[in-house]
């Protein structure tokens, strides 16, 4: 874990600046980047939210690859009008390749190749691969970059009322989602673009940086303190994405409804038969007629999330992790390694954590105890066990809470009730 003091000079925005100095990421060119164990970390937090919700609504996880033949494209009459965004490349054999920078071509093709019937629908089927756009401008690190993480589902159903059914349950288990993380997302009525089709739904946190501009109405701020979803109370209220606000247009009044600057999560589109009809993705329906298949894409910007939860969950010291994501649950801050007792009950706590499979960090260097501090409100642990000298000798930790920062001073013994 890097740690870096300074202030990086080429990140302008929070997040950036957090995720370089937490030593989570490394740019390895304009808009790629490996991401170092404790960026790693969260990335696999987020992605087991994801899936947990995933599988909940029943969709399935498989994988394509990240390399596509632009055949498929050629086929579903994309590959000339997708633009720059997409990096095009030979093989030795003069095989057109690209690096994918979406998947709907390549699962229409899985998907008629293996299934013929109405009876084996509706189908959800969702990836986590990372796709490559060549951005005309990266920026914010992982915010925009060229490649990035994304999970990535389609539904298939026999009829429309089928695929939106489909749609509607993506749309909650979304929301669920995002609530999961410990983000205040307000999903937006916006555009198809590229992907096609006449009804999506983008999922946004407001954020001062943002690069997108959403129109909503006031009450999603109220909405978003509460602790649990009112998924009606979400639904029906007025929230779209800047192309498709009309002052004129909507059931409302002008001073109830606010913009704001907001950060695209996700995206969910219903596309109908674009893909199937020019892909020969059909089915038998129940009379025995062959019909194509209605199908909807759903995206996540995984990697995009990392930035986003950073963006909304900072203060001047550093990140606050929301618990689900966070890449540790706990740090243990020895603050005297040459004190015989203060390794014991640090060792002690951490061995307690770990068999409870609570994920914790244990910082055993030598670092003064002001620079460990500062370490750990940087690199943002819900929870901090502090272990120093004076207290220790009477078998007290002192629990510091990153969000609030309230510390509370406690017996060994009754440390780890706060975990289990
Ligand atoms: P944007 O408007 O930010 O360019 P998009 O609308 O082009 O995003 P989609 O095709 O809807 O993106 O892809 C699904 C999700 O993938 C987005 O909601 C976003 O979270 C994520 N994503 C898209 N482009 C990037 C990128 N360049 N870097 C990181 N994440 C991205
Ligand atoms: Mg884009
Ligand atoms: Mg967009
Ligand atoms: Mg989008």
Same mark, same amino acid.
């Given at each position: ?17 957090? =995720? ?10 304009? %808009? +790629? ?24 609504? %029943?969709?399935?996880? =498989? ?40 998947? #709907?071509? =390549? ?9 013929? !019937? ?28 060229? #490649? ?19 749609? $509607? ?11 999961? =993380? ?73 001073? #109830? ?8 999560? /996700? ?15 059909? +089915?038998?329906?129940? $009379?025995? $007629?062959? +019909? ?66 609570? !994920? ?9 105890? /002001? ?22 000798? !009477? ?17 060994? $013994? ?7």
């Amino acid at each position: 874990m890097p740690v870096l003091k300074e202030v990086p000079a080429e990140a302008q925005v929070i997040s950036h600046r957090l =995720m370089l100095r937490s030593g989570m990421i490394r740019q390895q060119a304009s %808009g +790629v980047y490996s991401w170092l164990p404790f960026g790693l970390r969260a990335l696999q937090n987020i992605i087991k939210v994801i899936t947990r919700n995933m599988s909940k609504v %029943g969709s399935l996880e =498989m994988l394509m690859p990240c390399i596509q033949p632009a055949s498929l494209w050629l086929e579903s009459g994309r590959f000339e009008n997708y633009g720059k965004e997409m990096l095009k490349f030979q093989d030795r054999h003069d095989n057109t390749l690209l690096f994918g920078p979406t998947n #709907e071509d =390549m699962i229409t093709d899985v998907f008629r190749h293996n299934i013929q !019937s109405y009876k084996d629908l509706p189908k959800n089927l969702y990836h986590i691969q990372w796709k490559f756009r060549d951005e005309i401008r990266p920026r914010f690190g992982v915010m925009r970059a060229r #490649e990035f993480l994304m999970k990535d589902a389609y539904s298939f159903d026999i009829d429309q009322a089928g695929a939106h059914k489909s749609y $509607n349950q993506m749309y909650l288990a979304y929301l669920q989602t995002f609530h999961d =993380m410990g983000l205040h997302v307000i999903p937006v009525v916006a555009d198809s673009g590229v992907i096609g089709g006449d009804l999506s739904h983008e999922f946004h946190i407001l954020a001062e940086h943002g690069e997108s501009t959403i129109f909503y109405d006031k009450r999603f701020l109220h909405l978003s303190a509460s602790k649990s979803l009112n998924m009606e109370e979400v639904g029906s209220l007025y929230a779209v994405a800047e192309e498709k606000h009309d002052f004129n247009n909507g059931n409302f009044l002008e001073d #109830e409804i606010a913009s704001s600057k907001s950060i695209e999560i /996700g995206h969910i589109f219903y596309i109908g038969t674009k893909y199937s009809k020019a892909m020969k993705a059909v +089915v038998n329906d129940s $009379n025995g $007629n062959l +019909v194509p298949v209605e199908m909807c894409s759903y995206g996540i910007g995984i990697s995009r999330l990392v930035a986003a939860i950073i963006e909304a969950n900072h203060d001047e010291k550093g990140i606050i992790w929301p618990s689900s994501v966070a890449p540790f649950t706990v740090s243990i801050l020895n603050l005297n390694m040459s004190d015989d007792k203060c390794n014991e009950l640090s060792k002690i706590l951490y061995d307690q954590l770990l068999a409870s499979d609570v !994920s914790v960090l244990y910082d055993d260097t030598e670092e003064r105890a /002001g620079s460990k501090f500062a370490t750990h409100d940087l690199i943002g642990s819900p929870y901090q066990l502090i272990i120093g000298s004076k207290k220790g000798a !009477s078998d007290i930790v002192e629990v510091k809470n990153r969000k609030t920062g309230k510390i509370e001073e406690l017996d060994i $013994n009754l440390v780890m009730k706060l975990f289990l």
